[in-house]
């Protein structure tokens, strides 16, 4: 596009002069913004995208969710991840699967599904907590749940100096959760996480990781002989 044409696409959209949009035109201007970010956009990012108050923004954006919702769209737009973004609606995932995988389906493993669960509902928490708690060895569904983008290192524990990994945006994306406190209850799907944190007391004054942290002044592993998942 040309210098010219875009000034005259800026004219007929009401960009250049700053005149408001009207609804249908901010409709449009917002759907041309969802359809090309990479992650969730907050209203305030949508806002400033489209030169409109945010609180204008907030219900246009509602109430296009609602209209796709209600005509049956293939196409989702959902708050997630604290923004807006479009998604394929869930019952017309075996389509896009079929294009995108060429119907072989790359889904996690049960074990990496209930280490995943450990740290979201726990999060931050090292991976010798997380060992602890399955009672096997975590270290390659870690690796794996890293290489995916759902769990990032979070700091490190200031008791053993071990890495504490916590739940990413991209984790809740994917859930389609806003936040944390979105996640279901706990005891109908991991029962046994909720020993967690009297296994963390228990590690804490266990002489074996007293032992293991005295002599390499690093984190302690007082799971490392157990079994692994790999």
Do not use: H
């Amino acid at each position: 596009m040309d210098e010219k044409e875009l000034s005259e696409s800026e004219e007929s959209t009401g960009l250049e002069s700053g005149e408001e949009l009207d609804d249908a035109t901010l409709e449009a201007a917002l759907e041309a913004v969802l359809l090309v970010v990479d992650s969730p956009a907050s209203n305030e990012q949508l806002a400033s995208a489209v030169g409109c108050d945010a609180r204008r923004v907030k219900r246009t954006v509602k109430r296009m969710a609602e209209n796709l919702t209600e005509r049956g769209s293939g196409i989702d737009l959902r708050y997630a991840g604290d923004g807006w973004r479009f998604y394929t609606r869930t019952a017309y995932a075996p389509y896009v699967e079929r294009l995108l995988l060429d119907g072989a389906r790359s889904k996690l493993t049960r074990a990496a599904l209930e280490t995943l669960a450990v740290i979201a509902y726990r999060q931050p928490l090292t991976r010798s907590r997380v060992s602890a708690v399955r009672g096997v060895n975590v270290d390659g569904v870690m690796r794996t749940l890293l290489a995916r983008g759902l769990i990032s290192e979070a700091g490190v524990d200031p008791e053993t100096n071990g890495t504490m990994y916590s739940t990413t945006e991209l984790f809740l994306e994917r859930l389609g959760l806003a936040s944390l406190t979105d996640l279901p209850p706990l005891a109908p799907l991991l029962p046994g996480v909720d020993l967690i944190d009297e296994i963390s007391d228990s590690m804490d004054t266990e002489p074996r990781v007293l032992r293991s942290t005295k002599n390499r002044g690093s984190k302690p592993d007082p799971v490392s002989e157990l079994d692994s998942d790999d």
